[in-house]
C-alpha cells in the first residue's frame, strides 16, 4: 500500500468514525425522547380508547431502539422478485417464490445476520464494512405485490409499512410502469431513505440493459432518485448450460447481488444509527400529535359538558335564591367548584385555595365586565327581594315581575360563569399558565369570542323551562 493510499483510507475511516460517533448521538436522544413520552403519556383510561395499537407501536419502537434493529422493506410489482431479491441478500431460501402470479400475499420478515462468512465478497472495504455492523440486527421485510391488491389497500399497506421501516428497497424488472411509477411516489412522500433496485439485468442485452438504466435515471425518476440510488442486480440469474448431447438447458446461476450488499453496508454504517432515529422520531412524531389530538378533544368536550352544567347550576341557584346576600356568595362558590373539577380533568393540581385566587384573577381580568355583572347581580338580587316580600301584599301580583328578575339575574350570573370557564380552560390547556400572553390578553380573546347574546337568551330559555317545572309560571 502506498502512502497516499493509506493516507486516505485513514481520512475515510476518520469521516466514518465522526459520522458514527455523530449516529451514536442522534441514537441516544431518540432513545431518551422515546422513553419520557411513554413514561408521560398523561393519558386517563377513556382518552386510551382506539389507541391502544399506537400506544402498543411506541412500545415496540422502543424496543427496536434497545435492540438495535434496522428494518428494510422491499416494494414492487409481482414478478419483479422481491422475494429473490431478499433471499440473496441473506444467501438462503426463506421467503417463498415460484411461477404463480404473486406468490408473496401477506407481510413476512426475517433477520438478516451479517458476518463476513455470509457475505461473499472477499474485498477489504467490504469485509471492514461488515465488521462495522454485524452487531446490529437487521429485519428483511417482504411484501404482497402492489398491483396484487386496490389501489386505496395498497396505499394504506405501502404508508403503514414504510412509516415503521429504515430504508425502502423498490425492486423492478425493467422500464417502469404507470403503477410502480404511483407507488414509488407515495413511498417517497414517507420521506424514507430509498434504493431502486433493478433486477432481471440477465435477462437484457448488455446493450438494451443500460439503455433500459439511462432511461429510468435520467428520465423516469429523475425527480426522486438520483443515480446513487439506483442498483442493478440479477437476484436468480438463469445461466445456459451445455449437455454432452448438445442440448442447451437453462439453470440457477449464482446472484449478482454484490453491488446492492455495498450499497445496503454503506448506507448502515455511515448513517444507520442516524437513520433510525430519525425514523423512529418520525414514526414517533405522527403518533404523538394523534395521542395529543385525541386528549385534547377529548379534555375539550368534558370541559365543556362541566362549563355548561355549572352555568345552568349557577343560573338556577341564583335565580331561585331569595336572600340577596347570599346570591355572590353562592355564585363565588359554585365558580370555585367549577375551576376545581376543570383542574381534575386536564390532570393539574390544584386546591381550594388556589382556585380561589384563580377566579379572583380572572375576575380582576374580566374588568368592567364582571363589575358590572356584580353590580346588576346586587340591584336584581335586592329588586327579586323587594318583590318577594311584597308578593302577600299585593295578592301574587308581583309574582310575575319577580320571575323575570329571576331569570335575568340567573341568565347573567350564568354568562359571567361562562366566560370564566373559557378563560379557566385556556389557563389549564396552557399547562396552569397563561401561555405566552398574559392574563388579559388571554381574557380579552375569551371574551372577544363570546356571543353573550345568544347565550343569554338560551340560558334564559332554559331557566324558564326549570322554573316551569318547578311549578312556577312566568307570563
Known amino acids: 500500500m502506498t502512502q497516499w493510499q493509506w493516507q486516505e483510507e485513514d481520512w475515510e475511516n476518520t469521516i466514518l468514525d465522526f459520522a458514527n460517533l455523530q449516529g451514536e448521538i442522534n441514537y441516544k436522544q431518540a432513545q431518551e425522547s422515546l422513553q419520557n413520552l411513554l413514561l408521560n403519556l398523561d393519558l386517563k383510561e377513556e382518552e386510551k380508547q382506539g389507541l391502544e395499537k399506537d400506544i402498543a407501536h411506541l412500545t415496540q419502537m422502543l424496543q427496536k431502539l434497545e435492540d438495535s434493529i434496522i428494518q428494510i422493506a422491499a416494494f414492487g410489482m409481482v414478478g419483479r422478485g422481491k422475494s429473490s431479491v ?26 438478516w445476520h451479517l ?30 405485490g402492489i398491483d396484487e391488491i386496490d389501489g386505496e389497500t395498497r396505499e394504506k399497506l405501502a404508508y403503514q409499512i414504510a412509516t415503521q421501516v429504515d430504508l425502502i428497497l423498490f425492486v423492478i424488472a425493467g422500464d417502469i410502469t404507470r403503477v410502480e411509477y404511483q407507488a414509488l411516489c407515495q413511498l417517497r412522500e414517507v420521506g424514507k431513505p430509498m434504493l431502486l433496485v433493478f433486477n432481471k439485468i440477465d435477462q437484457y442485452p448488455d446493450v438494451d440493459r443500460q439503455e433500459i438504466y439511462s432511461t429510468i435515471r435520467d428520465v ?27 442440448k442447451i438447458i437453462r439453470q440457477r446461476g449464482k446472484p449478482q447481488i454484490q453491488d446492492l450488499q455495498l450499497k445496503i453496508l454503506e448506507i448502515l454504517h455511515q448513517e444507520g444509527k442516524s437513520l433510525v ?21 377529548w379534555r375539550e368536550k368534558e370541559a365543556e359538558k362541566i362549563i355548561q352544567k355549572t352555568v345552568m347550576t349557577k343560573a338556577t341557584a341564583i335565580a331561585l335564591n331569595p336572600v340577596t346576600a347570599l346570591d355572590l356568595f353562592t355564585g363565588a362558590i359554585i365558580d370555585v367548584a367549577m375551576i376545581l373539577t376543570l383542574s381534575h380533568v386536564y390532570g393539574i393540581s390544584m386546591t381550594e385555595q388556589s382556585a380561589v385566587k384563580l377566579l379572583q384573577k380572572i375576575a380582576f381580568s374580566l374588568g368592567g365586565i364582571t363589575a358590572s355583572d356584580i353590580l346588576v347581580t346586587f340591584s336584581l338580587s335586592s329588586l327579586k327581594g323587594l318583590l318577594g316580600l311584597a308578593t302577600p301584599v299585593t295578592g301574587g301580583l308581583s309574582v310575575a315581575p319577580y320571575i323575570s328578575v329571576a331569570i335575568t339575574q340567573g341568565a347573567l350570573a350564568g354568562v359571567s360563569t361562562y366566560a370564566i370557564g373559557q378563560v379557566t380552560k385556556v389557563y389549564l390547556i396552557n399547562g396552569a399558565s397563561w401561555g405566552e400572553k398574559g392574563p388579559l390578553a388571554v381574557v380579552e380573546n375569551i371574551i372577544n369570542s363570546l356571543d353573550e347574546t345568544s347565550i343569554l337568551n338560551r340560558i334564559k330559555g332554559e331557566l324558564k323551562a326549570k322554573l316551569k317545572n318547578r311549578g312556577v309560571r312566568s307570563n
Open 115 to 144: 458476518s463476513r462468512e455470509n457475505i461473499g465478497d472477499t474485498e477489504q472495504k467490504v469485509q471492514r464494512l461488515v465488521k462495522a455492523v454485524e452487531n446490529v440486527q437487521i429485519k428483511l421485510i417482504d411484501t404482497p
Open 277 to 297: 432515529a430519525l425514523n423512529t422520531m418520525l414514526f414517533t412524531g405522527e403518533i404523538n400529535e394523534k395521542l395529543v389530538q385525541q386528549k385534547i378533544t
Open 86 to 111: 431478499l433471499n440473496a441478500l441473506i444467501g438462503q431460501e426463506i421467503f417463498v417464490t415460484g411461477p404463480l402470479h404473486g406468490v408473496t400475499r401477506e407481510t413476512d420478515q426475517t433477520n
Open 220 to 246: 423516469r425518476v429523475r425527480e426522486l432518485l438520483s443515480a446513487d440510488e439506483i442498483v442493478m442486480v440479477a437476484a436468480s440469474p438463469l445461466v445456459a448450460m451445455k449437455l454432452k448431447d448438445n
